[in-house]
Nanobody, 119 residues
Framework: VQLQASGGGLVQAGGSLRLSCAAS????????MGWYRQAVGKQRELVAV???????NYADSVKGRFTISRDNAKNTVYLQMNSLKPEDTAVYYC??????????????WGQGTQVTVSS
């Protein structure tokens, strides 16, 4: 498994969850890492992304509630989700993009972790 995600679950509205995603040590040249989500009947959408330098970008729907961070030494990205809403219910996927010195670029996906927020 190249990306191993964990931390999903069932939580009441207003609650918090923290997702983690560890990239395999076999993946080299990782730059951007991020989280996407896909709700039933909807397309996959970007939730948050963080560059290797620590710059972040968030979907408008999660700004002020979610925080993305990473530990480069561990090749791990985190998503702290606070003030969760029922509309945050989805399968969350972690993503990592890498570029080697040869110029070859790769895009990796985790297996997805379910987040369910009850009202």
């Amino acid at each position: 498994v190249q990306l191993q995600a964990s931390g999903g679950g069932l939580v009441q509205a207003g609650g918090s969850l923290r997702l983690s995603c560890a990239a395999s040590k076999n993946i080299f040249g990782i730059n951007d890492m991020g989280w996407y989500r896909q709700a039933v009947g909807k397309q996959r959408e970007l939730v948050a992304v963080i560059t290797g330098a620590g710059n972040t970008n968030y979907a408008d729907s999660v700004k002020g509630r979610f925080t993305i961070s990473r530990d480069n030494a561990k090749n791990t990205v985190y998503l702290q989700m606070n003030s969760l809403k029922p509309e945050d219910t989805a399968v969350y996927y972690c993503n990592a993009k890498s570029r080697l010195l040869t110029g070859a670029a790769y895009n990796y996906w985790g297996q997805g972790t379910q987040v369910t927020v009850s009202s």
